[in-house]
């Protein structure tokens, strides 16, 4: 929806067979934007800023928001493997593409399988490994404002969070997270929220350029696993930010435009 003071618009576009819900926003080289367990987090201050520089396409995985699920995707590698083909119907061959939690696990098995398809790729607080050290918080085991809370290093200290986890939940939004936690659960249930085999696989992206982000104090997905990213990835770079959680692009956001914008402008 386009309003004067950030320029996007929500649709929804025919791609391989689903009818995809797309918020779409900026100009600029298209930069995809694959969202978290709990879905897109709405238009925030590094959107708008990303949004300068690059056209940003954020669609909701089928089974997330309005996209309606797809059966037959029964894990990240289905999923994974139903938006190669999307990114064709849509024309995105070539983006760069930026993944958060659950969106960035999606897209480092999308980069294993098709290193070529991208530019250069972004992971923030990626899941999909098991971290050496310390365990995958179990979104499961708590409402959905628990584990958004538990994503925050200090939440007072974050103007946003309030947008993305208001003290007042409207029955739209309880709803959405019910069905984001739904379908998580059914793409990585067992073994939860990783995939014993992707470290091996991600040596597949040594000629793509990848920056991995991550919070010091992150409790959903320890910083331990980003080591285990970086020394998968062969030339990836790591920077992990002090006092600061899951969220390093809502908790650090300043710090966090910077890196992205430094790595996707070289």
């Given at each position: 929806?386009?309003?004067?003071?950030?320029?996007?618009t929500?649709?929804?576009?025919?791609?391989?067979g689903?009818?995809?819900?797309?918020?779409?926003?900026?100009?600029?080289?298209?930069?995809?934007?694959?969202h978290?367990?709990?879905?897109?987090?709405g238009?925030?201050?590094?959107?708008d800023?990303l949004?300068?520089d690059?056209?940003?396409?954020i669609?909701?995985?089928?089974?997330?928001?309005?996209?309606?699920?797809?059966e037959w995707?029964?894990?990240?590698?289905?999923?994974?493997?139903?938006?190669?083909?999307?990114?064709?119907d849509?024309?995105?061959?070539?983006?760069?593409i930026m993944g958060f939690?659950l969106?960035g696990?999606?897209?480092?098995?999308?980069?294993?399988?098709?290193?070529?398809?991208?530019?250069?790729?972004?992971?923030?607080s990626?899941a999909?490994i098991r971290?050496?050290?310390?365990?995958?918080?179990?979104?499961?085991?708590?409402?959905?404002?628990e584990?958004?809370?538990?994503?925050?290093?200090?939440?007072?200290s974050a103007?946003?969070?309030?947008?993305v986890?208001?003290?007042e939940?409207?029955p739209?939004?309880?709803?959405?997270?019910d069905?984001?936690?739904?379908e998580?659960?059914?793409?990585?249930?067992?073994?939860?929220?990783?995939?014993l085999?992707?470290?091996n696989?991600?040596?597949?992206?040594?000629r793509?350029?990848?920056q991995?982000?991550?919070?010091?104090?992150?409790e959903?997905?320890?910083?331990?696993?980003?080591?285990?990213f970086n020394?998968?990835?062969?030339?990836?770079r790591?920077t992990?930010?002090?006092?600061?959680g899951?969220n390093?692009?809502?908790?650090?956001?300043?710090?966090?435009?910077t890196?992205?914008?430094?790595?996707?402008?070289?």
């Open positions: 929806m386009a309003t004067g003071a950030q320029a996007w929500e649709e929804f576009v025919e791609a391989a689903v009818s995809l819900q797309m918020v779409k926003g900026g100009s600029g080289a298209p930069l995809l934007v694959l978290g367990e709990l879905g897109h987090q238009w925030l201050r590094c959107h800023s949004a300068q690059y056209t940003l396409h669609p909701s995985h089928p089974g997330f928001g309005a996209t309606e699920r797809q995707i029964m894990n990240m590698r289905d999923l994974a493997g139903w938006y190669l083909e999307a990114i064709d849509l024309g995105l061959q070539g983006a760069n939690s969106g696990w999606l897209a480092a098995e999308m980069a294993t399988m098709s290193p070529d398809t991208f530019n250069k790729l972004v992971l923030v990626p999909g971290p050496p050290e310390g365990e995958i918080y179990d979104m499961f085991l708590a409402v959905a404002k584990f958004l809370t538990a994503g925050f290093y200090d939440t007072a103007p946003e969070f309030l947008d986890c208001p003290d939940v409207s739209e939004l309880a709803e959405a997270w069905i984001a936690r739904e998580a659960c059914r793409l990585s249930w067992r073994p939860y929220m990783h995939y085999a992707l470290p696989l991600l040596h597949r992206l040594k793509l350029p990848t991995i982000i991550w919070g010091r104090n992150d959903i997905v320890p910083v331990s696993a980003s080591q285990v020394d998968s990835i062969p030339g990836s790591l992990i930010f002090d006092n600061c899951h390093p692009h809502i908790e650090k956001t300043d710090e966090f435009l890196t992205v914008k430094t790595f996707l402008s070289s």
